[in-house]
């Protein structure tokens, strides 16, 4: 049971004996790529240390995966190929705003749509973070979502989510989505 009292704005991880070269340097200009630490070849990708932090994403990811795992129950190769998906993910975050044409939850095509997220390929994930949002106000776990569908279904990570176009993203997805994004936030992640 967790007695957290505060959604607080200012959740600082302070890692210890990380060397310098894995952190994000905050005077280098131009994107840099951060190993995302407990996943194997996982990145962040991010133009200024401050959008986020790889320890959050981190966090985010290993509580998605075994949250995903508890309501799925997927078979041992499922399992394997999210685990494989998720330890060679690139996490790309900015503030820049994209104009996409998208599908609405409900699988209405929409033009024009202002993305909070994209899931660019099924190992490469792009979220629209502002300065000091949490992780959990993002669109960042809704797009995990799309890379186990993608890492499950081989061919697509389900675009239209609950429309028929395509298949794979079901009601228990969004619940899922729900459920973490709502721990993510109690945690202030
Ligand atoms: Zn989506």
């Known amino acids: 049971m967790l007695f957290l009292t505060t959604c607080s704005h200012s959740w600082i991880a302070k890692p210890k004996d990380v060397p310098g070269y894995k952190r994000c340097q905050p005077f280098k200009g131009g994107p840099q790529m951060v190993k995302i630490p407990h996943f194997e070849r996982s990145f962040l990708l991010t133009d200024g240390c401050w959008f986020m932090d790889t320890e959050r994403v981190s966090i985010a990811m290993y509580l998605f995966f075994k949250e995903w795992k508890k309501r799925f129950s997927p078979d041992s190769r499922a399992e394997q190929d999210v685990l494989n998906a998720l330890n060679a993910l690139m996490v790309e975050v900015g503030d820049s705003k994209k104009t996409v044409t998208a599908y609405t939850m409900d699988g209405t095509i929409w033009s024009g749509a202002s993305a909070s997220g994209l899931t660019v390929s ?68």
């Not at 792009?126 to 061919?155: M, N, P, Y």
């Open 122 to 189: 099924p190992t490469w994930v792009w979220i629209r973070v502002r300065d000091g949002q949490r992780l959990c106000d993002t669109s960042f776990v809704h797009e995990l979502i799309h890379v186990v569908i993608w890492a499950t279904k081989k061919t697509d990570g389900d675009p239209d989510h609950l429309g028929s176009k395509y298949y794979g993203w079901k009601i228990d997805h969004n619940v899922l989505m729900q459920e973490v994004n709502e721990l993510l936030c109690r945690w202030g992640v």
